[in-house]
């Protein structure tokens, strides 16, 4: 089992995001994303500093992945998919429709990220034949949809991509044009001063009652829970998933890839540090039973 | 501009019809369209005579396939593409790769439009699906801003529909997984968001009203307040200590008064939401953006939103609200 390090889904300095990934290259991951996924307005690095970074790590011999915006609006975030495509040497992790015909015209292989809505074993050999080499699952993927996937790829005679999925993490839920930290914080989202940079795990929605529920996270809604599939690894592995996706959080991030780290090397279990996944069983992806 | 108006059964898609519509569109009464609620859609009896009414007065029907396939289901899908192609559909509206890719194999003929389910913001994933499946139009989800919308009108490779009046997802269509994280029911491939067998109302002593769904609460009213359909995104939340509608207030899209700048951004089509809304609903917007639309036509110079029209409009409005939305800058 591989582990991957999923893109940076919040908004830190430019600092805290250049010593995280420094410390990054030093902790035992097989593959790392970087980009910006959630905001174009975030930019205290770049696409071209982007480029830069994953030039660095990858010196360290890790795979390194660009990821690309999950929601496009504006003519510009297409130009800099562009020059994220046209880098000449990463292959791009589509998050968008956007991206996968743009790696498809420059012949450029990807990663379908989580967000592209494969759900049947057709639209994945459509989009191998445009350069798919690898699949991120999408959040409601549980084992039945994967077997499903699987059993429907054998019967037309081909096996599944390399397949990877959330391993750790708040789950990506919804994307508006909408800011969400901008209302919350009663800005205007032309006018909202990149304030999402204050809340670096981002900010916790609750019910009436308290129950914390979802997090805001720019035009990104999230869960509040962080979902943990270390548990369930040798599981994970035996329906053909090579990869554990851990997203980055803004604390204590080496000791849970040491621990997803010691379950892959086949270290006796420990309990489980996250939230169960409701939808890895078939269920709601939330843990109702907390309530 | 063609107006392009929902039905849920056929005294909606009839009503439709006689209040102006030059298009119509439905589901079937399944899970492959994104208003799979209970009692609602066509059997394929009521679909064949309400394609005989609409064409009798010249008017077109589309169908709605616009959920997602798993790989266990699809067969129900690609079935689905078949009736729609034998009762004759002028155009099917599909999101699903696999679904189109399916329905440009085998009936060529038929008409695709991509879903606004299927996201396609950009002229790059339009591209993509023309090329692809030779869709011959898209529908553009609710979160381009209007000088988005005529860039992009100029740029597509297919001409464009938008949302013109309705319900307001204020979500990306197709990726949001709010309503999935709470019930196990997915939009994306069950087609319906908040299932009504999820959502709990409950009166206190003192006369106020929760509303949950699969137990999480969405929203509490006081007596007497105006009470929204209970979807994650239009409840009330505490963020930072304060309670207010943290996602989007119950409110609907809509555009009438963007109406001249639409036209002449060269969208081809405007949707109106709602097939879960009745025969009147549908007969009273219908009717108002008909006028709307032939007046303009007749003297763009001169055009204006009448109040009387958007008073109507008003009134089918959740919570009798209506923005602009995505497509005013200070909704973002």
Not at chain 1, 206 to 223: C, H, K, M, V, W
Not at chain 2, 140 to 160: F, G, K, M
Not at chain 2, 213 to 236: F, H, S
Request: charged content about 20%.
């Amino acid at each position: 089992m591989k582990l991957s390090l999923g893109p940076l889904q919040y908004f830190w300095t430019r600092e805290q995001v250049l010593a995280f990934y420094r410390q990054a290259s030093e902790w035992p991951l097989d593959i790392i994303y970087l980009g910006e996924t959630v905001c174009s307005k975030r930019r205290e690095l770049g696409t071209r500093d982007w480029i830069a970074l994953a030039e660095e790590l990858s010196d360290v011999g890790r795979e390194i992945v660009l990821s690309g915006l999950s929601l496009l609006e504006a003519e510009s975030e297409l130009g800099a998919l562009q020059r994220l495509v046209r880098n000449g040497r990463f292959t791009v992790e589509a998050n968008d429709m956007s991206a996968v015909q743009l790696c498809r015209e420059n012949g450029v292989r990807f990663v379908g990220g989580p967000t592209l809505n494969i759900y049947n074993a057709r639209t994945l050999q459509l989009l191998r034949e445009d350069g798919l080499y690898r699949l991120v699952l999408g959040v409601e993927h549980g084992r039945e949809l994967l077997r499903a996937l699987d059993e429907q790829t054998r019967a037309g005679g081909e096996s599944l991509p390399e397949l990877e999925i959330i391993g750790w993490g708040r789950l990506p839920l919804a994307y508006s044009a909408r800011c969400f930290t901008a209302r919350a914080l009663d800005v205007a989202k032309d006018q909202c001063g990149f304030r999402c940079i204050e809340h670096p795990d981002g900010l916790p929605l609750a019910t009436r009652e308290d129950q914390p529920f979802l997090t805001i996270n720019g035009i990104q809604i999230q869960s509040n829970d962080v979902f943990d599939l270390c548990p369930e690894l040798p599981e994970l592995d035996k329906a053909g998933i090579d990869i554990l996706r851990l997203y980055p959080q803004v604390g204590g991030m080496a000791s849970i890839i040491d621990y997803f780290d010691a379950a892959r090397r086949g270290e006796p279990p420990v309990a489980r540090r996250g939230v169960r996944n409701g939808y890895w069983e078939g269920g709601a992806g939330m843990n109702l039973s907390s309530q | 501009m063609q107006l392009v108006c929902p039905a849920g059964n056929l005294p909606a898609l009839m009503a439709a019809v006689d209040n102006g519509a030059d298009a119509i569109y439905v589901g079937f009464r399944d899970q492959t369209n994104a208003r799979a609620f209970p009692g609602l859609n066509f059997s394929d009896v009521d679909l064949t005579r309400g394609i005989a009414y609409a064409h009798q007065h010249q008017r077109k029907v589309y169908l709605a396939l616009n959920t997602y396939p798993e790989s266990a289901r699809i067969g129900e899908w690609h079935s689905a593409v078949d009736r729609a192609a034998d009762i004759g559909v002028s155009a099917i509206i599909a999101a699903d790769m696999a679904v189109l890719d399916y329905a440009a194999r085998r009936h060529s003929d038929l008409a695709r439009h991509l879903s606004v389910q299927g996201s396609a913001t950009t002229q790059a994933a339009l591209r993509y699906y023309h090329e692809r499946f030779g869709i011959v139009r898209a529908v553009l989800p609710r979160v381009l801003s209007l000088q988005q919308v005529e860039r992009l009108c100029a740029a597509s490779p297919v001409p464009l529909e938008v949302f013109a009046f309705g319900s307001l997802c204020i979500m990306v269509e197709g990726r949001c997984q709010l309503s999935s994280y709470v019930t196990g029911a997915s939009p994306n491939r069950h087609g319906v968001c908040s299932p009504a067998r999820f959502v709990e109302w409950q009166e206190q002593d003192d006369g106020s009203r929760t509303v949950r769904l699969n137990g999480v609460l969405i929203d509490r009213y006081v007596e007497g307040e105006a009470a929204g359909y209970p979807t994650v995104c239009k409840g009330r939340f505490d963020v930072g200590g304060e309670v207010f509608h943290a996602l989007e207030e119950p409110t609907s899209l809509n555009t009438l008064s963007l109406l001249p700048q639409l036209a002449r951004a060269g969208v081809v089509a405007l949707k109106v939401e709602g097939r879960q809304r009745g025969a009147a609903y549908v007969a009273s917007v219908a009717k108002v953006w008909r006028r709307a639309i032939d007046e303009h036509q007749a003297s763009a110079e001169n055009w204006s939103p009448r109040p009387a029209w958007q008073d109507e409009l008003s009134g089918h409005a959740e919570g009798h609200q209506t923005t602009l939305g995505p497509y005013h800058r200070s909704w973002h």
